[in-house]
């Protein structure tokens, strides 16, 4: 198990949203399956938390600039069943990798997907009761797959592992940053 683990500092609000932490931890589940999670504290509700990451146009904002979200069907939901797709902007190329909404409650959605990857992303926004006035919230990503071909798989270990978890740092750090944002 490898678990790397980053402390920021916050904006002197209360002691709980002063240090917002994100884990990393990659930790094998079987041979061929991966888990990639972190999470971090964010100063804001959980249902603004939410709504970052299941409204597109706020998506968009804290995605990769080179990885496009967009609907199979021409409108986007994140009920139970809906298709989308993420396409990474690689011209000639454009790899992608369709989803499925497999579960959703509030706070909670998790995407199925199968192509060059399979497994799952879940998202969880969990309310924090910190005793002040300020609402903030635990957000936890967990990327959970397996890459059935064996030299993709190879490729992807030896040359886009670490540049994924610090997308995914980098990418969580932004969506903190959009939810933070005056509405």
């Known amino acids: 198990m490898q678990e790397i683990k980053y402390k920021r500092r916050g904006n002197g609000r209360s002691?709980?949203?002063e240090s917002a932490e994100l884990h990393f931890t990659q930790l094998p589940i079987m041979t061929s399956s991966q888990i990639l999670e972190q999470s971090v504290i964010i100063n804001t509700s959980s249902t603004i938390v939410e709504q970052c990451i299941t409204e597109l146009h706020l998506m968009h904002q804290w995605l990769n600039?080179?990885?496009?979200?967009?609907?199979?069907d021409e409108i986007w939901s994140t009920e139970v069943g809906s298709h989308s797709r993420f396409i990474i902007q690689v011209p000639l190329l454009y790899p992608t990798l369709n989803v499925v909404?497999?579960?959703r409650q509030p706070g909670l959605i998790v995407w199925g997907f199968e192509g060059f990857f399979q497994g799952c992303d879940?998202?969880?926004?969990?309310?924090?009761?910190?005793?002040?006035?300020?609402?903030?919230?635990?957000?936890?990503?967990?990327?959970?797959y397996s890459i059935p071909n064996p030299?993709?798989?190879?490729?992807?270990n030896k040359f886009a592992l670490s540049w994924t978890?610090?997308?995914?740092?980098?990418?969580?750090?932004?969506?903190?940053?959009?939810?933070?944002?005056?509405?």
Do not use: Y
């Not at 879940?122 to 959970?144: G, M, Y």
């Not at 030299?151 to 992807?156: A, E, L, N, Y």
């Not at 978890?165 to 509405?183: G, I, S, W």
């Open 101 to 103: 909404v497999v579960e």
């Open 165 to 183: 978890q610090k997308d995914m740092e980098a990418q969580l750090q932004r969506l903190k940053q959009v939810a933070e944002r005056p509405h």
């Open 65 to 72: 600039p080179v990885l496009r979200c967009e609907p199979v």
């Open 151 to 156: 030299i993709i798989s190879w490729g992807f």
């Open 122 to 144: 879940r998202w969880e926004c969990q309310p924090l009761n910190d005793h002040t006035l300020l609402p903030c919230t635990l957000l936890i990503n967990r990327f959970e």
């Open 15 to 17: 002691p709980l949203q």
